[in-house]
């Protein structure tokens, strides 16, 4: 392993523990006095019931030799009401107790903490912990991933059946688009949900257009990307996190609230519908991979949060994400769950934007200190800057390097961050590499058509050769006018429909003409050793 990569690491999460420890409501091990030493080792679904399964190398004092178990919210830190379950201490301790699934007691989405009395209160003794296997509750009916290959396009909704077959023309094989989830909740009212002992009512007319796309894509062959966004919607302020409800009319998207009832129960139960809605058994067709919010690390523009404090906001969106994976993976244990990554992988980190290093950093602390789960990685890899096409002759040499303090990450030298996700600290339950998806990349034919036809080759066949990168979705299928204002003209179409040249090299790339656009785009880019520059892995 690459000492530099383990050395950063190392000091990264050790910073993002330390960090951890300050907050009530992530202790990562109590050894105070009187406290012991006492850990969760594990949270877990078993049939009807959840097991809690704890250990003690150290034992605490306790006013009565009672280990109390209790169930607690994301937001709550400190034990709250009363304890669900008690047991003697002792080293070890297996706690069982109903999960209480679709039912007002459900404790799917609980955190568990062990405390012992003294001195007449209940004082928390371990690290809290969340269930970390929801795909138990999905049984073994899940469909099976249209893993059909990687090449992807970001699709353009009017363009979306009723008779038109560009997609299927250019061999798309992944698809993706956005749900927003203010437009789900509410509105007309016209369908009925029940979960967890309460009717919810979503819209009719929204889900009619939802459904239309994902159900068409799919039929045409194509795996589904979905990303879930929280824009601001009046009457739903309570979908959004307190501490963003203060910025509301700043960014196009806020921070998802789980510090609140309302707003947590809302999002519970919106996207267990929506996951339950497209696993693929229901004739609505069928999203394999969710990505929960839009580069987060970019937090002002896109999931907006007053909180300054990058591990605060980690925990927050932390929060969000594991809502989100187990109402997913309760309903579609196949599914990916994805964070959502920008390219300022070093060059920028202050309280408004984080880079994606640290985030990615900070968010794996979260998460591994309070239950690992199989989160996934999406990953926006745009050149820098943005506009600037031709990256084969940089604007600024300094700003993507071969080094993994690269200031940005590009499809130039996306190695960089499949090498960070390799390591040991960052691979998921089972031990494995986490599925890294790149879920928007673009090239603006501003430079020229070929330029962009070029670029959309080359990176492609970066994402082809690299074994950790399962697909790669391009920004997009037609010119987006507000796109084009900012320099960004990035479809394979004009807006009046007609066809640039990268139409042609899109859809040849992987077919039997490969090897030629290969040719074509190594000739054009200057690039003597193409095996070479691909950086495999």
Known sequence: ?????????????????LALSVFSSVPVKAEAAGKGAVTINSVSISGESVIVNVSASD????????????????????????????????????????????????RLYD????AVKQGGAFVAVAGAKYITNPEALAGGGSQARKNNGKKGLILDGAKIGNGNTEVVQLGVQQGAYNINLTDVIGGNGGIQYGYNGKTYYFDSAYMSQYDHCVRTSTNQGMGMTMVLLNPYSRGEEFMISPTARGGIGRAPYYLMNTSEDNGLEYLEAVVSFL???????????QVDN???????????????S????????????????????????????????????????????????????????????????????????????????????SFWTPKNPSMITHSIDTPFISMENIEQLTDYMCQPAFRNSKGAVRPILLTEVGYSSTQGEEAQAAAIVYAYQRCVTNQYIKLITFNRQTDYPVEMAQGLSLGLTRPDGSRKLSWEFFQQMNGGNAGAYIGRAASYMGISDWNAAMHAR
């Not at 290093?357 to 820098?384: K, V």
């Open 59 to 106: 034992l605490p004092d306790s006013d009565d030799g009672a280990f109390y178990l209790f169930a607690e919210k994301p937001y709550q830190g400190a034990p709250v009401g009363a304890p669900i379950a008690s047991l003697p201490i002792s080293g070890s301790a297996v706690f069982s107790v109903p999960l209480g699934y679709q039912t007002t007691s459900c």
């Open 111 to 114: 955190k568990f903490q062990v």
């Open 290 to 304: 969710w990505v929960i919010a839009n580069e987060i690390n970019a937090k002002n523009a896109w999931n907006y």
């Open 306 to 389: 007053s909180v300054t404090d990058q591990m605060t906001y980690a925990q927050l969106y932390a929060d969000s994400v594991r809502v989100c994976y187990n109402a997913i993976k309760s309903r579609n244990a196949n599914a990916y769950v994805c964070i959502s990554l920008d390219q300022n992988w070093t060059r920028i980190h202050n309280g408004s934007y984080f880079s994606a290093r640290s985030m990615l950093d900070a968010f794996n602390a979260c998460i591994t200190a309070q239950g690992n789960i199989d989160w996934c990685l999406a990953e926006h890899p745009y050149n820098y800057p943005m506009n600037w096409t």
């Open 275 to 285: 996951a339950s809605r497209y696993n693929g058994k229901n004739g609505c067709g």
């Open 1 to 17: 392993m690459n000492k530099k990569i383990f050395s950063s690491l190392s000091m990264a999460v050790a910073t993002a523990v």
